[in-house]
Nanobody, 118 residues
């Protein structure tokens, strides 16, 4: 079965850094666009960053210049490097996999908590 497992969340001070990882058990990893989403209490889930199978990226405006998404197809893993973290980045971060040929093949991880606080 398909499984996405996030890791790397935790508590960090403002201005600090974290790197999130998501390991995917999908059959052909390169067929999937990979994304990171986040959901803060009382708010809708929002796209943070996305990377296509070809390496094209897009970011939510508030994280541009601070966050970097990358993927390692040999390891079936996507990463989110988060620098200059702010309290408003506090949320549960979810990994997403979307098949670029069959859109109904769309999977989510269980999430990892990121808390930015002094």
């Amino acid at each position: 079965q398909v499984q996405l497992v996030e890791s790397g969340g935790g508590l960090v001070q403002p201005g600090g850094s974290l790197r999130l990882s998501c390991a995917a058990s999908v059959r052909i990893f390169s067929n999937y666009a990979m994304g990171w989403y986040r959901q803060a209490p009382g708010k809708q889930r929002e796209l943070v960053a996305r990377i296509s199978s070809g390496g094209r990226t897009n970011y939510e405006d508030s994280v541009k210049g601070r966050f970097t998404i990358s993927r390692d197809n040999a390891k079936n893993t996507v990463y989110l490097q988060m620098n200059s973290l702010k309290p408003e980045d506090t949320a549960v971060y979810y990994c997403n996999a979307e098949n670029q040929f069959i859109g109904s093949l769309n999977y989510w991880g269980q999430g990892t908590q990121v808390t930015v606080s002094s």
